[in-house]
């Protein structure tokens, strides 16, 4: 198969000769791994999908990255500095929404320690990459999806909370909705955008034709959005063979499913460890 310089694929054969054939028994650990033999295309941001990608050789499998969306940043997401102390919560509803606010403050030499509010974070990955900053995470829900982190919030956001949202432009809006019904002030922070990648178009078509995939995965709305996109765009089929549709929780999944894609799998835990876990119990079945 044919690859890009931008795809990564992993798994080729490797032939040995010699005295060293004897200790087969002992170097085919991958052989014995439950994702043995199984291709999975990732298609979320090239940055995020290094984590992802190791994981599934670990499990014996080989990815194949295809990059379907990049992010970003807005021009002017029309943040007042000054107004930052006053923010009662700071909510996060991505990995993605820490790393461009803080790289806002950043270059506008913002100190860190401005943030007088609360912490909210979606996710343990998103409060991870919080915590890289050494800010420490009050919520996280029990199901990472906003409308569990909404249910956990309106015991602590009376009316008259001042709550900061930074996200991605064009984000779903349970949280702010939800929040502002119940009389809390919600300024919703649009900080980065996701647009499709136009260089995984310039080879996705030979790649199409040739792969020979076993799972494809989506882990936002936005990815299967600018996945489909992009195949429309080639005119060819966005599932490659007789794969698998691996996405990593019910809203993700509705979205292909309204793009016409089948759905065979959705992660229980709405995280890559949760995704790569699903994947593998259906690989054993």
């Not at 941001?45 to 990049?70: D, V």
Request: hydrophobic letters at 45%; one cysteine or more.
């Amino acid at each position: 198969m044919k690859t890009s310089p931008g795809m990564l694929s992993v798994g080729l054969p490797l032939f040995v000769v010699g005295n060293v054939v004897t200790l087969r028994e002992k170097l085919m650990w991958r052989e014995k791994q439950p994702l043995f033999g199984k291709r999975i295309l990732i298609t979320r941001p090239r940055h995020q999908a290094r984590e992802l990608a190791q994981e599934i050789i670990l499990q014996g499998g080989e990815p194949l990255c295809l990059p379907a969306i990049e992010l970003e940043a807005t021009a002017d997401c029309g943040l007042d500095f000054s107004q930052l102390p006053t923010y009662d919560w700071l909510i996060f509803t991505s990995a993605n929404g820490v790393f461009f606010f803080l790289e806002q403050l950043r270059a506008n030499k913002i100190d860190v320690r401005c943030l007088r509010g609360k912490l909210a974070a979606i996710g343990p990955a998103t409060a991870a990459s919080l915590e890289q900053y050494g800010l420490n995470v009050d919520i996280i829900p029990k199901k990472y999806q906003a409308e569990s982190l909404l249910e956990e919030l309106k015991h602590l956001t009376p009316p008259g909370t001042k709550v900061l949202i930074p996200r991605a432009q064009g984000a779903r809006d349970v949280l702010p909705e939800g929040l502002t019904a119940q009389g809390v002030q919600v300024d919703i922070l649009p900080l980065y955008r996701a647009v499709p990648a136009l260089k995984s178009r310039e080879w996705m078509a030979g790649f199409m034709k040739d792969a020979s995939v076993d799972y494809l995965t989506f882990t936002s709305s936005s990815t299967v959005r600018s996945y489909v996109s992009l195949c429309n765009s080639e005119k060819i089929s966005p599932l490659p063979g007789e794969c698998r549709v691996a996405c990593i929780g019910p809203v993700t999944a509705a979205t292909a499913r309204e793009l016409g894609l089948p759905v065979h799998i959705v992660a229980r835990e709405f995280t890559g460890a949760g995704l790569l876990a699903a994947i593998i119990d259906d690989a054993k079945r």
